[in-house]
Every structure is written in C-alpha cells, then in structure tokens.
C-alpha cells in the first residue's frame, strides 16, 4: 500500500496569511493527488485534483503543486472560512486509495 | 444538483450489522464508479470499499474485508454497504462518494477524485 503522509498535522495561522501544507507518497504517484477540505461537522469538500487543477467554484488562493512524491496544498490570504482540516488523497494506486493523516489549520 | 445522501445508520451491539443506504440524485448515476469513506470520531478518513459502475468489481478494506459488503441498485440510483460482525472500531461516520474520471492529459492514467461527498451517516457500536 501507498502510505501518505503530511505535515505540519496542525498549522496556527492568522487571517491574511499565506500557509503550505505537505504530503508526501511512499512511492512516486505521478500527479495522481487530490486535496479536500473538511469543516468541523461536515463532509469532506473537493480543493484540488490531479495535483494541480482547481475544482470548479474553488477560491484561486488554494493552489496545489508537485508530482512523483513530494506534493504542496498552499492558501494565499487566509480568510476566517479557510480554518479547516485538509488531507491529500493519492488515487495513482488501489486498493486501497489512501488518505494523509490531515492538517488542521487553526487560528494562531 | 448532484446530491447523495446516506442513511441507516444507528447504535448496534458489538457483533451486530447495519445496512447503510446512499440515494443518489442530480446525475446519472449508473455511469460513475462508487466508494464509501469512513471517518472515526476525532480522527482522519479511511478509504473503505469501492464498487464499478455495474457492480462486477469491488474492492475492501483490510480492515473490513470478509464482514462488509457493497452494492448497487442502478435502477434505484442507490448505493449500499451491508456492515456485519461490528466492532468497537468500526464506530465511524460513513459517508459515500462519488468518483469521477478526469481527462488523461499527461499519460499516466485518468486522475480519479472524490466529489461529492454524502453528509454522512453514523455508526456506532457500543454494548
């Protein structure tokens, strides 16, 4: 199995700031990598897929990057709606298709 | 609009089983693959099995295999998960998904993703 791992797994962070989150595979996945947000309570909700594309009705602060291994999820400008819990996805590889443990950004 | 909702959820005795429901809507739903995740409380989500779009295919878990069981009603636009020999662990919120196929720019396979997302559905095993 493809393990994913991320970091930081809690990020404080004020609004207006500019925050990176990482994961990364265990075997290179190509760009097959996908990011969700997931509020407090609810279903987790589609950012990024295949690396780099931004789902339809997405803010362009969230901006998704790298291949092979070594992915970035970035967010420019925070704003109150964007403190949330975040985790990657790598689909290049199933079963299983495996999730990173999640990074919660916080308010500082 | 693209919807899916889950029910059946519940509390159940360790050893007990659940049939969990997803009704699809807003799309055709006999043309897309399906998953359900699950998410205990306080912790990440787990990918938990997989069904083709005509239910020839399925795929598990480890830690679910051989007690839970997917399917499909395409005539229905229902997804199911029958959850048997439940555990302490097993205590999650359930949630299904759709998986959608993206175009294959660079080579290396179509990009698959998980949107949307149902609003969950909880199960809970407690004596």
């Known amino acids: 199995d493809i393990q994913m791992t991320q970091s930081p797994s809690a990020l404080p962070a004020s609004v207006g700031d500019t925050v990176t989150i990482s994961c990364r595979a265990s075997?290179?996945?190509?760009?097959?990598l996908n990011w969700y947000q997931q509020k407090s309570g609810k279903a987790p909700n589609l950012l990024v897929y295949a690396a780099s594309s931004l789902q339809s009705g997405v803010s362009s602060r969230f901006r998704g990057r790298g291949s092979g291994t070594d992915f970035t999820l970035t967010i420019s400008s925070l704003q109150p709606e964007d403190f949330a819990t975040y985790y990657c996805q790598q689909t290049y590889s199933a079963p299983p298709l495996t999730f990173g443990g999640g990074t919660k950004v916080e308010i500082k | 609009e693209v919807q899916l909702v889950e029910s059946g959820g519940g509390l159940v005795q360790p050893g007990g089983s659940l049939r969990l429901s997803c009704a699809a809507s807003?799309?055709?739903?006999?043309?897309?693959?399906m998953n359900w995740v699950r998410q205990a409380p306080g912790k990440g989500l787990e990918w938990v099995s997989y069904?083709?779009?005509?239910?020839?295919?399925?795929y598990y878990a480890d830690s679910v295999k051989g007690r839970f069981s997917i399917s499909r009603d395409n005539a229905k636009n229902s997804l199911y998960l029958q959850v048997n020999s439940l555990r302490a662990e097993d205590t999650a919120v359930y949630y299904c998904?759709?998986?959608?196929?993206?175009?294959?720019?660079?080579?290396?396979?179509?990009?698959?993703?998980?949107?949307?997302w149902g609003q969950g559905t909880l199960v809970t095993v407690s004596s």
């Open positions: 069904i083709s779009t005509n239910g020839d295919t399925m």
């Open positions: 998904a759709r998986e959608v196929h993206g175009p294959d720019y660079y080579g290396s396979g179509p990009p698959k993703y998980f949107d949307p």
């Open positions: 075997q290179s996945i190509s760009n097959h």
């Open positions: 807003g799309f055709s739903f006999r043309t897309y693959d």
